[in-house]
């Protein structure tokens, strides 16, 4: 019954979201753009983090690379927007599986040091390698063209780009949530609750724990590549290790323990930012205090502290 | 059944005709200016000011009666330096707050990132300070304007200058983002066309923008032992560079030293007498520059509401509220499109002399302020500048084919 209702809220909320431009006021399209974007990036991550249980905190790195993909692409060869995007989950994928390798084999601490030290050597090279990343000012003054396929699509019509993020992040978070439903997900949750039993059942737990940090640098890198013509331009700042602790608080702030927590944590955390700014520029002290009161209080997010209490009523 | 009067059906189409062109001229909703300064870090000095130049200009204007009978407004949102957080607070003052055209801009990069946006949001832009050429250049469009001179402008000037100074041998300290690279880009290509036996070394220094530390890059340029510096450092870090310069005695060596942006009254005031004297200061305005009417009252009546003098900032904020309100008048309209092709070749008399936006690129043809730091001007706190030359802005602006815009 329970589960049923629950089906029937997700179906409405997704008529919602594709109904949206006919009925919210215009500025929207763009809040609810970059909502979607940033949770699938915290989706992502929480693949990384709730599934898997490794804290990295250099998660933007694979975001920020997707997007110079999409952006650089867009600028010098001119794609068609889908191809563009393949590349940046190529990229972002590719780039996890080489910091990957040196990283997974450490634990904890150790490893989110070592995932900041990577995050911020990505962050470096685009700060500083002039000739190719155009430094601190980024990659901007790209064109968006054809989507591919041959469909017609005005991409520079904000209406329209809502729609295709949609599409993509509709079904990129359904083929993640059946990376985490199927059996390989099930192991990575083993991971995280005891590493050692999972070894002693004779599976390789330094392999999987890269497969997971592979795949939450490809979709990070699909976000980034979303990223590009929203944000017209791609900047050293979304390499950033300030931008890596977006999904981590996205994550906490929904709740890590369910599939749809990181897209709530979006939701709250972008809504709350729009809202406080317009009244004060001090938005990071009310996030601080928000973020406080939930690790004490509400520890499993949002979501997860409302679904805890609902699921569990008689 | 009753029969419609003639005189009925004549009032009802009058009274409906004239609801559906009432928003055009009856409205007495304010016009909105939505406007992007940088309003925290080390450059938020540069925000205040522009937002004080607005501020008086609107005042002016609706004691005066307002534009068409309309109020004026300005909505402020800050660009944080970032261009992705200025496109975005641009969506927000066109599509939330419904501003009907924008201003503002400090960074040249933010200005690259925004100024390709324009064409979606289909309202004028009329950028007051940031510098790169490459907006009114390569990557002009209808909708953008530029009231402050550019570095292509501003550097030729400084080239002429150099130039005769004789020093050979030449440097440059800039922020490392476009506007310092473009600075010496420029700079470089200027002074080489009039002396092509200059030397422009290979050893430059470009610190992070916001750098706190710019100890290891002066002593890097003390070094090198050039005969000129051209630093185009700028907001809080020039502030830093000059105390930091001064400890290590930067000052005392044999070089010729020019500031790019360095007569920013911003900078000068935080400065006082640590801004050495003699020292070469360009500006893109200077408040005592300039002998007109429209000026006096602007430098007059600013300092008596705001106790300092204006800033370049706060003059080219303060002009392009002007500049709205003429080309509203004149196109009778707020529609943005209308706006846009009205800018185009417009001319108004602003503190600096009478302007006109050129046709081919929109950029604004003025020229930039040179001076030599002279003593103290102890009521206004800041240096003087002495020796002051005002470069005429159709000899030092590049032709439209060198812009390479194309509108």
Known sequence: MKQMILLGALLVALIGLVALPWFAPYFYIFIVTEILIMGLFAASFNLVFGYTGMLSFGHAAFFGVGCYATAMTLLHLKWPFLYCLLLSVGAGALLALVIGFFSVRLNEVYFAMLTLAFGMMVFSVAHHWRSVTNGSDGIAGFTLGDFGLGLDLTLGNPAVYYHVVLVFVVLAAAVLYLIGRSSFGMILQAIRQNPERVAFCGLNVRS??????????????????????????????????????????????????????????????????????????????????????????????????????????? | ??????????????????????????????????????????????????????????????????????????????????????????????????????????SSG????????????????????????????????????????NVAQNMKAAAIIAGETGAKRWTTIGPDYAFGHQSWEFFGKALKEANPDVELMSDTAFPRFGAEDFTPFINGVMAAKPDGVLISVWGGDLVNFVRQA??????????????????????????????????????????????????????????????????????????????????????????????????????????????????????????????????????????????????????????????????
């Open chain 2, 246 to 407: 001064n400890n290590l005695g930067f000052f005392e060596q044999d070089m010729e030293i020019m500031f790019t942006v360095g007569a920013a009254t911003e900078v000068l005031s935080a400065l006082g007498e640590q801004m050495p004297e003699g020292v070469w200061l360009s500006t893109r305005y200077w408040y005592d520059g300039f002998d007109n009417d429209v000026n006096k009252r602007f430098v007059s009546a600013y300092i008596d509401r705001y106790g300092v003098p204006p800033s370049y900032n706060a003059e080219g904020a303060y002009a392009a509220v002007y500049a709205y309100k003429k080309a509203i008048e004149s196109a009778g309209s707020t529609d943005g499109d209308k706006l846009a092709q009205t800018l185009s070749g417009m001319s108004l008399d602003a503190p600096n002399g009478t302007i006109a936006f050129r046709a081919g690129d929109h950029q604004a043809l003025v020229g930039p302020n040179w001076g030599k730091s002279g003593p103290m001007n102890d009521k206004h706190g800041i240096r003087t500048l002495a020796d002051l030359r005002i470069f005429d802005g159709e000899k030092v602006s590049r032709t439209i084919e060198e812009t390479g815009c194309k509108l």
């Open chain 2, 1 to 106: 059944m009753q029969l419609l009067k003639p005189a009925r059906l004549l009032i009802t189409l009058v009274a409906v005709t004239g609801l559906a062109g009432a928003p055009a001229w009856a409205d007495d909703d304010p016009i909105r200016i939505g406007a992007i300064y940088i309003l925290s870090g080390s450059a938020a000095n540069y925000g205040k000011f522009a937002q004080q130049g607005i501020q008086l200009a609107i005042d002016e204007i609706n004691q005066d009666g307002g534009v068409m009978g309309r109020d004026l407004e300005v909505i402020t949102e800050d660009s944080q330096g970032k261009a992705s957080v200025a496109i975005q607070a641009a969506r927000k003052l066109v599509y939330q707050d419904q501003a009907d055209v924008l201003m503002g801009l400090d």
């Open chain 1, 208 to 314: 999987y724990r890269l497969a997971a940090f592979t795949l939450g640098g490809a979709f990070a890198g699909l976000a980034g590549g979303l990223m590009a013509p929203f944000l017209r331009v791609a900047s050293p700042e979304m390499l950033h290790w300030s931008t890596s602790a977006e999904p981590v608080l996205m994550s906490i702030l929904g709740g890590t323990g369910y599939f749809l927590g990181p897209f709530v944590g979006s939701a709250m955390f972008i809504l709350l930012e729009t809202w406080i700014t317009s009244i004060t520029q001090a938005w990071m002290l009310f996030l601080g205090i928000v973020l406080a009161l939930m690790v004490m209080f509400f520890r499993r997010g949002l979501l997860g502290t409302f679904l805890d209490w609902w699921l569990e009523r008689k």
């Open chain 2, 110 to 149: 933010v200005a690259q990132g925004l100024v390709p946006v324009m064409p979606e949001l289909k309202k004028p832009l009329i950028i007051t300070h940031a510098a790169t050429p490459d907006v009114t250049g390569k990557l002009c469009n209808a909708y953008t304007y530029r009231i402050s001179n």
